[in-house]
């Protein structure tokens, strides 16, 4: 059985709060704020999609990256503690795929196609893009504008 997202914080936080992991205990706990901010909102559903949920999370690892890398003398405690975050984090997030196995997982879903190099991105941009999630982003696009010949 696959366990959500949410599940799995949940069980994460009950964890954390009885091994007495208090950094642990903190970032998963903004991780869980972040998603019930982003299920009560005005204009939501109050459910999450996938994609919604691999955002909120991504956006919360760049937040600690980014805020540890503004060091301030006499701050090396909150840089840590913002790094050790952003790794605890980026579990819940897909492992990433290497550019070899970005290329070749690429290679199927244009090949799977059928259609002139052109239209694909039209019609199975989304697909390319569900792949690419799992990649390293800044390579992502050169290896499709590279198999598609653009």
């Known amino acids: 059985m696959n366990m959500s997202l949410e599940e799995k914080i949940n ?27 982003e299920k009560t909102k005005e204009s939501g559903t109050g459910n999450i999609d996938e994609t919604n949920e691999l955002k909120i999370l991504q956006k919360l690892v760049k937040q600690r990256r980014e805020s540890a890398g503004f060091t301030v003398q006499g701050t090396a405690k909150i840089l840590q503690k913002r790094i050790v975050e952003a790794g605890i984090i980026e579990k819940y997030l897909p492992q990433q795929m290497d550019s070899e196995e970005l290329r070749e997982k690429l290679k199927q879903i244009i090949a799977g196609t059928g259609l002139p190099r052109l239209k694909i991105w039209k019609g199975h941009g989304s697909r390319l893009e569900r792949a690419g999630r799992q990649g390293r982003q800044q390579n992502d696009l050169g290896i499709v504008k590279q198999l598609l010949g653009g």
Do not use: F, G
């Not at 994460?12 to 009885?18: N, Q």
């Open 11 to 37: 069980s994460d936080i009950k964890t954390a709060m009885l091994a007495r992991e208090q950094e642990k205990l903190e970032a998963i706990r903004a991780v869980k704020a972040a998603l019930l901010l």
